[in-house]
């Protein structure tokens, strides 16, 4: 297992950008995909992004494309998540996770703590 630890959340306005990351301790990181998450609530937890290990591939949710980018530094064993454009239905509490390499969109096990992000409009 790896041990991830998110930060990076706040308060923002509508419209405005916020960068999450992701720190990863405990294995070795570039052995793992990893992928952004939400959970607004209510709701279910969604996929926001994925990013394989070298960081050749991405992947994103429909509502999020454009506006976000995933990004990765194994050297320094993060994850970031660079969010513009904000909008207040992305508000919600961000989890970073390692994820499977056939499915991006799918958590393979390690899950952070989550960071919230609210959007006020």
């Known amino acids: 297992q790896v041990q991830l630890v998110e930060s990076g959340g706040g308060l923002v306005q509508a419209g405005g950008s916020l960068r999450l990351s992701c720190a990863a301790s405990?294995?070795?990181?570039?052995?793992?995909?990893m992928g952004w998450f939400r959970q607004a609530p209510g709701k279910e937890r969604e996929f926001v992004a994925g990013i394989s290990r070298s960081g050749g591939s991405t992947y994103y949710a429909s509502s999020v494309k454009g506006r976000f980018t995933i990004s990765r530094d194994n050297a320094k064993s993060t994850v970031n998540l660079q969010m513009n454009s904000l909008k207040p239905e992305d508000t919600a509490v961000y989890y970073c996770?390692?994820?499977?390499?056939?499915?991006?969109?799918?958590?393979?096990?390690?899950w952070g703590q989550g960071t919230q992000v609210t959007v006020s409009s």
């Open positions: 996770a390692t994820v499977y390499t056939s499915d991006l969109q799918r958590p393979l096990g390690s």
């Open positions: 405990g294995r070795t990181f570039g052995n793992y995909n």
